[in-house]
Nanobody
C-alpha cells in the first residue's frame, strides 16, 4: 500500500491550497480515510476525515468552514481543499488510511497506512 500526498507549498495568509493523496494497492472508497497535520514542536492532530459513505465527515474545530475533504473514487484520490489559510495551519500534512474501518475517525491510532507528508507553510 502506498499513499502519495502532494499539493503543499508556501502561501500567504488568506490563500488556498488543495492537497491530494493518491493511493496504490488500496481502494480509498472502501474505507474511512483522513488528513492529519503536525506543526513544529507539536503532536500530530487529526484535521479531517471522510467515511466510506462519503456522507459522514469530521473537521478539526479550527478548520471548520475553511477546509473541505473530498474523495474521487474513480481516481482513487483523496483531497483536502484549504481556503482562508492562516499561519496556524502551517505544518506537514499527512493522509492516512485504516486497515479495515469504514467509519470516520480523527484519532491517529485508528489509522495504519500513512502518506509521506507534504509541507504547508502559511506566511503572515
Amino acid at each position: 500500500v502506498q499513499l502519495q500526498a502532494s499539493g503543499g507549498g508556501l502561501v500567504q495568509t488568506g490563500g488556498s491550497l488543495r492537497l491530494s493523496c493518491a493511493a496504490s494497492s488500496f481502494t480509498l472508497a472502501y474505507y474511512g480515510v483522513g488528513w492529519f497535520r503536525q506543526a513544529p514542536g507539536k503532536e500530530r492532530e487529526g484535521v479531517s476525515c471522510i467515511a466510506r459513505s462519503g456522507v459522514s465527515t469530521y473537521y478539526l474545530e479550527s478548520v471548520k468552514g475553511r477546509f473541505t475533504i473530498s474523495r474521487d473514487n474513480a481516481g482513487n484520490t483523496l483531497y483536502l481543499q484549504m481556503n482562508s489559510l492562516i499561519p496556524e495551519d502551517t505544518g506537514v500534512y499527512y493522509c492516512a488510511a485504516p486497515v479495515r474501518s469504514i467509519s470516520c475517525s480523527g484519532r491517529e491510532r485508528d489509522y495504519y497506512w500513512w502518506g509521506q507528508g507534504t509541507q504547508v507553510t502559511v506566511s503572515s
